[in-house]
């Protein structure tokens, strides 16, 4: 059974705190990706990674950074938590397969609040 | 630049009702694919369907029905004689041939009442 498992399923954090979301895919994917939910504004892509090392903005980058040392492992990072932060974040993986283009599979989700 | 529009913010409908989610996208890639997803209550993103950009056909699973129009745009979703089950938010997103970005819509809560 395919595998997208994100480390918390609830956070609280300090205003100022330095935050790790961690996610692990079983699935030998190329793709991770960070998105954040929020009501109404559906999912918003913070980063986008395609191999190790790799990575490229979202479109909500700021207040974000990402790493990407191991193939499984996709690990965001709130540098100084904010309330505004408060948010469900979810992680996904996927092939990198241009021609069949298979479907992301996503984890259970972050649900963050910064105090 | 790649969007994707759900207008529908909040559908409530009867059981047993059929219902459209719509679904409008812009990119301008020539190939691309389009994606809905299910996320019921317990929050995980369940995947519905995957649909290429050449490939115009329709498609029926079940319930369940999808209208590709490359015309318009559209990829709207209808479920027909709707369930309580069918009780979620559903997201359409999209995804380009030249990048492996997946960009989403805003969601379309359905509640269907008993």
């Known amino acids: 059974d395919v595998k997208v498992t994100q480390s918390s399923r609830y956070l609280v954090k300090r205003t100022g705190e330095k935050v790790f979301l961690e996610c692990v895919q079983d699935m030998d994917h190329e793709n991770m990706f960070w998105y954040r939910q929020d009501p109404g504004l559906g999912l918003r892509l913070i980063y986008f990674s395609y191999d190790v090392k790799m990575k490229e903005k979202g479109d909500i980058p700021e207040g974000y950074s990402v790493s990407r040392e191991k193939k499984e492992r996709f690990s965001l990072i709130l540098e100084s938590a904010s309330t505004n932060q408060t948010s469900m974040y979810l992680c996904?993986?996927?092939?990198?397969?241009?021609?069949?283009?298979?479907?992301?599979?996503f984890g259970q989700g972050t649900r963050l609040t910064v105090v | 630049a790649q969007k994707v529009t759900q207008a529908q913010t909040e559908i409530s409908v009867v059981e047993k009702e059929d219902v459209t989610l719509d679904c409008v996208y812009e990119t301008r890639d020539t190939t691309y694919y389009l994606f809905w997803y299910k996320q019921p209550p317990s929050g995980e993103l369940v995947f519905l369907i995957r649909?290429?950009?050449?490939?115009?056909q329709n498609e029926i699973s079940g319930r369940y029905s999808w209208n590709f129009q490359k015309s318009t745009s559209s990829f709207n979703f209808t479920i027909t004689a709707s369930q309580v089950v069918d009780s979620a938010v559903y997201f359409c997103a999209l995804s380009s041939h030249n990048t492996d970005k997946l960009i989403f819509g805003t969601g379309t809560r359905l509640q269907v009442f008993p």
């Open positions: 996904a993986s996927s092939p990198r397969d241009r021609g069949a283009r298979t479907e992301a599979f």
């Open positions: 649909r290429n950009s050449f490939d115009e």
